[in-house]
């Protein structure tokens, strides 16, 4: 359920943003208020400060227009804040003009930060969503990061841990699991004793509800992803006449199901997700890790890392369990797939560090060997939440079945695994949070038919659980979680929270968007000259957050300096026949130029040394070669406006 999404840096992302804007325009053709409140949710007479927002401070402060705020909560509900108290971190884009409301937001995990998503992706929510009317407003939930991050391991004990070979062959190999088995369990209890307990979903939407309250709202808007959905459900189920209007992408919804379904449901996600990839990677000439039989080979190198591990030049190994994490990371979505295959066929090769990219991507691993809480304060809130697996009642019989349907990923678990229940070591006795929603106000919930992590069984259940108001989008593709991804979820988004707030009928079908044709006069286009390479887009345009199905880009690497290549680019650009859009036009910004010829407009783009490191994409973690600039050439077609 672990959900890591729109990762890129800010010049990136700002990229992305730039090519968006331009399109836009033309196309290729502290107070106090006393509140009185429900007896066994909050103390009488309680007080809650007023939200004040301002200028947002730190090494990772984002910059105007982003607002920064602070807010505290007990960490026991019930309790005044003279107890022990959690202080929550909040970032907010504010609307426009005036507000019409306050959209809160949460990315999943459980243990997602909702400070980076509105950080990284609240730009791009207002644009393709329309919601420039709505104040965004992202926060780390308690225990997550920003706000009180659960860290029970140092981030020495994380790198340690984190890889640790399941299948131990060496004395060496055997210490190590055997250490790591209850590490995290006994750190934490030791660190945060029974206060793990209040780390639960219940909590965090009984803070939500306070923090609505501070905002002065009557009612609160949603935008909730994974288990960000199933946090929605629980405040929704609470506080039904403060629900103005959700939007729910790849529901998770735990409750009812057996222990058999709570142990198959992902690993079986996964297992069709992995057989999609290796068929798109037969079928594709483009991918690099393509074979007869791509299970086969990935089979193959995976006992290969088993058997001896690779190093990569920073000293750390790359082992089985670093593919295979990797690989669960490329199969949440489609557009990691050729990633995936580039990083096997380099591993191949001996160059690890692709894929020890997209496995640190998984568990919040930064550059620089620094960890977000994702999986730390995730454990954590699962079991303070119920979610805690009891044993089968026939251990064997479940191998069995997991075999049978999950035999790739199953194929190192025994009987043995299910001797004691999964949150054995943090709490054992919390109780799932039962989703029953009996407000009036609309639900939109999105399924996808082929999400490895959140099967469309469950998004159909929380539908149900949601009640009448509550409507089902079906969307057909591969995948977990579509808004910004397809273009059918986004419009329907867009109209939901519009004027009219439409509700689109239950089981309304989105079928996944096709990749966009490269346009007919691109030939047009200046050519390669010897001081440039070509990239490869499948790889390239994921790796920036450049989408194939909503913009056409084409990618190179420039040995020149940036201002050398736009000067170069100028002049060629200028001898086909395009002019130079004015640089303070809208949509203008420093690291772009638009040019324009007879309604056709091209973006250029060129990426220097820095950002590239900063986001990973120097070689060997990266598509561009050292020593080279990235060159990024995009148009959207009339039709995709």
């Known amino acids: ?58 090494d990772d402060a984002p910059e105007k227009p982003f607002e920064c705020a602070s807010f505290d909560v007990p960490l026991r509900h019930g309790e005044l804040l003279d107890e022990d108290i959690i202080t929550l971190a909040l970032v907010r884009l ?53 706000s009180g991050g659960l860290r029970c391991l140092s981030d020495e004990q994380m790198d340690k841990y984190l890889y640790v070979d399941g299948t131990p062959d060496t004395p060496e190999e055997q210490q190590l699991y055997d250490e790591s ?43 909730g992803v994974s288990y960000g959905t199933y946090l929605g459900g629980v405040y929704a189920t609470q506080f039904p006449e403060h629900v103005g209007s959700m939007f729910l992408d790849a529901p998770f919804d735990p409750q009812g199901d057996t222990v058999e379904e709570s142990f198959l449901t992902q690993i079986t996600g996964f297992e069709e997700s992995f057989n999609s990839w290796a068929k798109w990677c037969e079928s594709e000439a483009t991918c690099e890790f393509t074979s007869n039989d791509v299970g086969a080979r990935w089979d193959q190198l995976l006992q290969q890392l088993d058997d001896t591990s690779i190093n990569t030049a920073t000293g750390r190994e790359v082992n089985n369990a670093v593919m295979e994490t990797a690989t669960v990371q490329a199969l949440y979505s489609r557009s990691y797939w050729p990633l995936l295959a580039t990083a096997l066929a380099q591993t191949e090769k001996g160059t690890g560090e692709p894929l020890l990219r997209l496995a640190d991507r998984y568990n919040g691993r930064n550059e620089d060997g620094t960890f977000s809480t994702v999986d730390q304060s995730g454990r954590i809130i699962r079991c303070a939440s119920g979610f805690g697996k009891e044993p089968p009642a026939d251990p064997e019989a479940l191998v069995k079945e997991l075999r049978e349907k999950a035999p790739r990923f199953s ?40 999400d490895p992590a959140t099967p469309i069984r ?21 995948g977990h979680s579509q808004l910004l991804t397809s273009s059918c979820v986004d419009g329907i988004a867009r109209d939901f929270f519009g004027d009219n707030q439409v509700l689109p009928d239950n089981g309304t079908t989105c079928d ?19 001081s440039e390479t070509v990239l490869d887009a499948a790889v390239v345009g994921p790796a920036v957050g450049i989408d194939a199905t909503h913009i056409y880009a084409e990618y190179r690497a420039t040995t020149l300096t940036a201002a050398a290549a736009f000067a170069d680019y100028r002049r060629r650009f200028e001898a086909v026949g395009f002019e130079i ?36 994409l120097i070689q060997p973690s990266g598509p561009v070669p050292e020593g080279s600039r990235l060159v990024i050439l995009a148009c959207v077609p009339a039709s995709q406006e």
């Open 411 to 450: 194929k190192d678990i025994t009987a043995d695994d299910f001797d004691e229940n999964t949150c054995s070591g943090f709490t054992e006795d919390a109780s799932i949070s039962t989703i029953r929603y009996t407000g009036d106000a609309p639900i939109v919930a999105v399924g996808g038919e082929k």
């Open 181 to 223: 088995e209850n590490i995290l369990e006994t750190e934490c209890k030791k660190k945060y004793g029974d206060t793990i307990d209040y780390y639960s979903t219940l909590a965090t939407a009984k803070d939500m509800n306070l923090m609505r309250i501070a905002l002065k709202q009557d009612v609160i808007h949603y935008i």
């Open 512 to 530: 996944p968007d096709v990749p966009i044709e490269r346009p007919s006069w691109w030939d047009d286009f200046p050519a390669p000259v010897p």
């Open 581 to 616: 859009a004015d640089p303070k036009a809208e949509g203008a910004v420093e690291s772009a130029q638009f040019f324009y010829r007879r309604g056709q407009s091209i973006a250029l783009l060129i990426i220097d040394e820095p950002d590239l490191s900063e986001g990973q």
């Open 94 to 146: 504010p609307a426009e003009g005036e507000s019409r409301g306050v959209i809160l937001t949460n990315p999943g995990g459980p243990g997602g930060s909702g400070f980076d998503l509105v950080v990284n992706a609240g730009e791009s929510l207002v644009q393709s969503l329309d919601l420039g009317d709505y104040d965004i407003i992202g926060f780390d939930p308690r225990g997550v990061d920003r």
């Open 1 to 58: 359920m672990q959900l890591t999404l729109f990762t890129h840096t800010v010049a990136i992302r700002r990229a992305a943003l730039a090519f968006a804007c331009v399109f836009a325009i033309s196309a290729c053709a502290n107070n106090s208020s006393e509140v009185d409140f429900d007896d066994d949710v909050f103390s009488p007479g309680y007080k809650v400060d007023t939200i004040s927002w301002g200028a947002c401070t730190g």
């Open 458 to 478: 469950w998004a159909e259940e929380m539908v149900t659980n949601l009640g009448s108001n509550a409507s089902l989008v079906r969307f057909t593709g591969e």
